[in-house]
């Protein structure tokens, strides 16, 4: 599993952005994947999560509602959609995935890890 994101950019609070993580070696088909962020001066923190089906998946409470995760397994891609997004959603955002078929917000349930997509969101 080797993963980039990308998608990030400057947004309005209120737009939206559609950020992509990558398996460049495609083999990431039986892993649950993770989104997690990161803002200056702050702790990395899990923001959603999708089991290597699609089946299953889960959200922070500061993004429920208005992000939603899904995958791609055709073309070894994790989309994070964000909607409605606030300022307080500006941090570097990070893909990951699980040696897993399933795996909770732990990030150290988490193995592999992309370089990080930058979201910035003005008020």
């Known amino acids: 599993v080797q993963l980039q994101a990308s998608g990030g950019g400057f947004v309005q609070a209120g737009g939206s952005l559609r950020l992509s993580c990558v398996d460049s070696r495609r083999t990431f088909s039986n892993n649950a994947v993770g989104w997690f962020r990161q803002a200056p001066g702050k702790e990395r923190e899990f923001v959603a999560r999708?089991?290597?089906?699609?089946?299953?998946?889960s959200y922070s409470d500061s993004v429920k509602g208005r992000f939603t995760i899904s995958r791609d397994n055709a073309k070894s891609t994790v989309y994070l959609q964000m909607n409605s997004l606030k300022p307080e959603d500006a941090a570097v955002y990070y893909c990951?995935?699980?040696?897993?078929?399933?795996?909770?917000?732990?990030?150290?349930?988490?193995?592999?890890w992309g370089q990080g997509t930058l979201v910035t969101v003005s008020s």
């Open positions: 990951a995935a699980a040696r897993s078929s399933y795996s909770g917000p732990d990030s150290a349930s988490y193995t592999y």
């Open positions: 999708i089991s290597w089906n699609g089946g299953s998946s």
